[in-house]
Structures are given as structure tokens and as C-alpha cells.
């Protein structure tokens, strides 16, 4: 039957993917809420202007932060959604790793130039 | 091998029990995550310009743009909660030979959740 | 009005069976019986009822009657329950629809080909892999309270198989280790006596592995003995991760 032969194929970048995940994980459940709460609420209520959200994004900690939040749950969510696709009975695209992880990988670029050019 | 009947789980499984609805529920959240992940790459490449990021503060400011907020932070919520209960689980602690109480480990991982929160909150808004 | 005790006694249990005869039928069907209701018997009681009254060509696999050996696990209006330890009156009068356990091959009727968790079962050496052997001349390995309660609760898995059958990433893809395998897996590697967490790994961690583990969590919540096997894989995948990045600092170490 099916299942007997367990391939032993080494699969080196797994441990990595899963511990980016669970970084990212981490980052969005804690520190995601808030954020929107800034960009939204806070927003809406007057509380942040539009000068001071600026300076917020431009901040040499501000731009760190949103740097790795963006990245990290860049990372969570392509591990998350690729592992979700094979759930949902695509397993045609979500076991394409390296599309999923490739992007989350580009976007980490195009995010750390952003951020730099500021 | 003699003749056998295959069941298939059908493609909307997840509908079919209340727990894997949740599951199902909890793992989409992986979509507003990083939907509000490239949404603050878009904040960050308009912060270059102050006319350009003057345009996309409006658009914070819009019904549309508190509508689309509430849907994302209704749907982080449920991620965060759902993350920080499933934390003890991963993270199994011991001391002193006895093991912590896995509703501590999810108890401080709730408080610091609420002081990250707060602390960010502080440092935007004083 | 709420009907009292005695009316509903006086209903019978009405029980919908699965039925797969492979020689004589090519679609299963399921088959309505109808039995005298006693507050105490389990499913597995009125099983044996219709065996042995009503339709002894009825077949389904059961030994202990207490919760033990693991054998007479089946679907109980869609849950994967251990028939000896699930009370009729649970579902009384309402109709129990019985079916297989879910996600294996029916042999026949109730009965499923349990092959596939037999021949996976082996390959994560569910067993102590010492690293130091030694003769029996030179005694028992010892072990403290704490030592045993690391990996007690992983240790009291009877092999039902009903975590595979609330397992939907093994009902999309039976490749899939599984639930008990993998935990047995961490509960060997748990043990301050077992020294083959390196060896197990190559099965542990392979495509087949932890790593296709989504944490849906329906096993745990289904183990008759709570074992927890999706707290066991989780705990495995951090374990064999901190050991990747240990390794990808300390090569060669």
C-alpha cells in the first residue's frame, strides 16, 4: 500500500521556512493589532495627524519596525496560505515551496529598498 | 489484496465539523496578514513623497478605508488569540522537575501582547 | 413537555450500519436496525445485539470491552469514538449512524484495512534506541519522576487509530506518518533513556514527516487516552529546528 516507502529525501530549508514562520508568527499576532489600530482608529479619531504618522514611517526606529513586521509576516503568511492551498485540496500550488518562499523573498527586497530610500 | 471501498474526503471537508471550520478560519488569517503586509510596504514607498503620502492618509481617513481596517483587524484578532493559545503547546516548559502550567506560558504571552501593544501605541501617539 | 425516562426506554435504538460486502456488492449501503434499548449498554453492546439476534452477517472488529485494546474504534455519527467506552444513551432515541473508522480502505462492513499505520508504525523506531547499550547483567536504566513525566502522556497511545481518522491531512494525502506514529516518535525522543532522536530523523522530518503537520488538532481532541499527538508534533518541530540551527552554527558539531 501507498505510505510504506517513507523517503528519507533530505529537506534542508524546512526547519528555516517553519522558524520564519513562527518569527512572523509572533511579530503579527503581537504587534499587527496595534499597528492597523494606528493606521485606523487613531487615524480616524484625530489622535494621529498626518504629519506625525510621517514622521512615525520615517523614523530610524520606526522604519526598522516596519521592516522586519513586514518581512517576517511576509514569511508567516506564504508558510501559512502555501500550507493552506494543500489543505483545500490544491496541493498542485501549495506544494510549490519555492514560489511561495520566493516571494516572501522578493517582497523583503523590494521592502528593505523602500525603507533604505526613505 | 482483496477488493476495498476508498472513501475521499471531499474538497469542502473543512465544513463539515466545527473544529475544522476553525481551523480552516484561523489559517486564512494568513491572507489579511499579509494583505496588511503589503499594505505598509505601500505607507512606506508613498513616505518618500509628502504629497504622495498626503493622498494616502485621506484614504485612511475614509469610510472605505476604516471599513477595509475593520475587516483586516476583526481578522488579526482572531490570529493573535488563536496564536497565543496554541503557544503552550510548542513551548513546553519545565522547572524545578515540574512542568509550567501551560495556562501561564499563554497568561504571559497574553500580557505581553497587551505591553507590546501599549508600548508601540505609546510611542506613535505621545 | 420533556418525555420522561420510561417513554424513552420504551423506544428502541435505531441504528444505521454501514454495510460493504466486497464480494457481492460494489457499493457500500448503510442498513437500518432497530433494537431493544438498555440504559447501560455502549455502542459496541448493541452491535454485538444484532450480531448475535438480528444479522450475524454483520462483521466489525472489537476484543477488550474496556477501553484498552484499541480495536473496536468506528465512526459514531461522524466521530471517531471507541464503541466500548461511547453509551447508547448518548444518541437515544435519535438514530447512531456507525461507519468505519474514516480515511482507511473498508475491508468489509465496520472493518478497515489497518496496513498502511502498521507498516508506518515501524519506520519511527517507536522503541528505546539507547546511546549508551549495555548488557541486562548491568541492570535496568534508571529514571526519575520528572524524567517520566516528560514523556508520560505521549506513552499512553493504545493504537486505535482514531486520530488518523479526524486527521484530514492524512485523509487528503496518506503518505502522511500520522498523528500516532509521530508522537510515539517524540515520545521515544523525550525519554532520558533513548538516544535515537538522530536516527528517527530522517523519517521524522522527511516530506512525509512533522513538517506536513497543519495542527488542526482534531486528533487530540479525539484520543481516548489523551495523548495529545498534535501538542507531541508541534513539540517536534521545534526540537528538530533548534537542532538545524545548532547545527548551521556548530558545523561538524
Redesign the interface.
Given at each position: 500500500?501507498?505510505?510504506?516507502e517513507?523517503?528519507?529525501?533530505?529537506?534542508p530549508a524546512?526547519?528555516?521556512w517553519?522558524?520564519l514562520f513562527?518569527a512572523?508568527?509572533?511579530m503579527?499576532?503581537?504587534?499587527?493589532?496595534?499597528?492597523?489600530?494606528?493606521?485606523?482608529?487613531?487615524?480616524?479619531a484625530d489622535?494621529?495627524d498626518?504629519e506625525?504618522?510621517?514622521d512615525?514611517?520615517?523614523h530610524p526606529?520606526g522604519?526598522a519596525?516596519?521592516f522586519l513586521?513586514?518581512s517576517l509576516?511576509?514569511f508567516?503568511?506564504?508558510h501559512?496560505?502555501r500550507?493552506?492551498l494543500?489543505?483545500?485540496?490544491l496541493?498542485w500550488l501549495g506544494r510549490r515551496a519555492w514560489l511561495f518562499y520566493g516571494l516572501a523573498t522578493i517582497?523583503t527586497v523590494?521592502?528593505g529598498w523602500?525603507?533604505l530610500?526613505? | 489484496?482483496d477488493r476495498h471501498y476508498v472513501r475521499k474526503l471531499p474538497?469542502m471537508w473543512?465544513l463539515r465539523k466545527r473544529t475544522y471550520l476553525v481551523f480552516?478560519l484561523r489559517?486564512?488569517t494568513?491572507?489579511f496578514?499579509?494583505a496588511?503586509?503589503?499594505f505598509?510596504?505601500v505607507?512606506?514607498?508613498r513616505?518618500?513623497d509628502?504629497g504622495s503620502?498626503?493622498g494616502l492618509?485621506d484614504a485612511?481617513?475614509s469610510p472605505v478605508?476604516?471599513v477595509l481596517?475593520?475587516i483586516?483587524?476583526a481578522a488579526?484578532?482572531f490570529?493573535?488569540i488563536t496564536?497565543?493559545n496554541l503557544t503552550p503547546k510548542?513551548l513546553v516548559l519545565w522547572r524545578d522537575d515540574e512542568q509550567v502550567d501551560p495556562r501561564l506560558i499563554a497568561g504571559a504571552n497574553y500580557l505581553?501582547?497587551a505591553v507590546?501593544?501599549a508600548v508601540?501605541?505609546w510611542?506613535?501617539?505621545k | 413537555m420533556a418525555p420522561t425516562d420510561s417513554d424513552l426506554s420504551g423506544r428502541p435504538v435505531v441504528m444505521d450500519v454501514f454495510r460493504f460486502l466486497p464480494d457481492e456488492e460494489t457499493e457500500p449501503r448503510f442498513q437500518r436496525y432497530e433494537i431493544p434499548y438498555r440504559d447501560d449498554d455502549v455502542v459496541l453492546d448493541a452491535l454485538n445485539h444484532i450480531k448475535a439476534e438480528v444479522d450475524a452477517t454483520l462483521s466489525f472488529r472489537w476484543a477488550c470491552r474496556m477501553g484498552v485494546c484499541g480495536s473496536c474504534g468506528m465512526m459514531v455519527n461522524g466521530e471517531p469514538r471507541l464503541t466500548c467506552e461511547t453509551f447508547v444513551n448518548e444518541f437515544h432515541p435519535e438514530p447512531i449512524r456507525i461507519e468505519p473508522l474514516a480515511h482507511f480502505p473498508v475491508a468489509r462492513d465496520l472493518v478497515i484495512?489497518m496496513?498502511?499505520f502498521m507498516?508506518?508504525l515501524p519506520?519511527v523506531k517507536p522503541w528505546l534506541v539507547p546511546a549508551d547499550p549495555k548488557p541486562i547483567e548491568e541492570g535496568e536504566f534508571l529514571q526519575s519522576p520528572a524524567q517520566l513525566a516528560a514523556y508520560k502522556r505521549f506513552s499512553m497511545c493504545i493504537n486505535c487509530m482514531l486520530c488518523y481518522s479526524a486527521c484530514?491531512?492524512y485523509g487528503?494525502?496518506?503518505?502522511?506518518?500520522g498523528p500516532a506514529a509521530l508522537a510515539l516518535a517524540q515520545r521515544y525522543n523525550l525519554d532520558s533513556r533513548d538516544g535515537g532522536k538522530a536516527e528517527r530523523a530522517?523519517?521524522v522530518?522527511?516530506?512525509?514527516g512533522i513538517?506536513e503537520c497543519?495542527y488542526?488538532g482534531d486528533c487530540t481532541r479525539v484520543c481516548p487516552k489523551e495523548v495529545d499527538p498534535a501538542g507531541a508534533i508541534q513539540m517536534a518541530?521545534l526540537s528538530?529546528?533548534t537542532d538545524?540551527?545548532k547545527s548551521m552554527l556548530l558545523p561538524g558539531g
Open positions: 500500500m501507498a505510505g510504506v517513507v523517503t528519507a529525501e533530505s529537506r524546512t526547519p528555516l517553519w522558524l513562527s512572523g508568527g509572533v503579527s499576532a503581537f504587534f499587527m493589532p496595534v499597528t492597523v489600530f494606528l493606521t485606523s482608529i487613531a487615524v480616524a489622535w494621529l498626518e506625525e504618522l510621517l512615525a514611517v520615517r526606529l522604519r519596525y516596519l513586521l513586514v509576516s511576509l508567516h503568511g506564504a501559512r496560505f500550507y493552506a494543500v489543505d483545500l485540496g496541493p517582497g523590494v521592502c523602500f525603507v530610500r526613505l | 489484496m474538497a473543512w480552516m489559517e486564512l494568513s491572507v496578514v499579509v496588511y503586509a503589503l505598509l510596504m505607507v512606506i514607498w513616505a518618500d509628502p503620502f498626503s492618509f485612511l481617513d478605508g476604516l481596517h475593520a483586516v483587524l488579526l484578532l490570529h493573535s496564536w497565543i510548542v505581553g501582547w507590546a501593544s508601540l501605541a510611542l506613535v501617539l | 484495512n496496513e498502511d507498516d508506518k519506520t484530514p491531512v487528503l494525502d496518506e503518505t502522511f506518518i530522517n523519517v522530518t522527511s516530506h512525509e513538517w497543519t488542526v518541530k528538530y529546528a538545524w540551527v
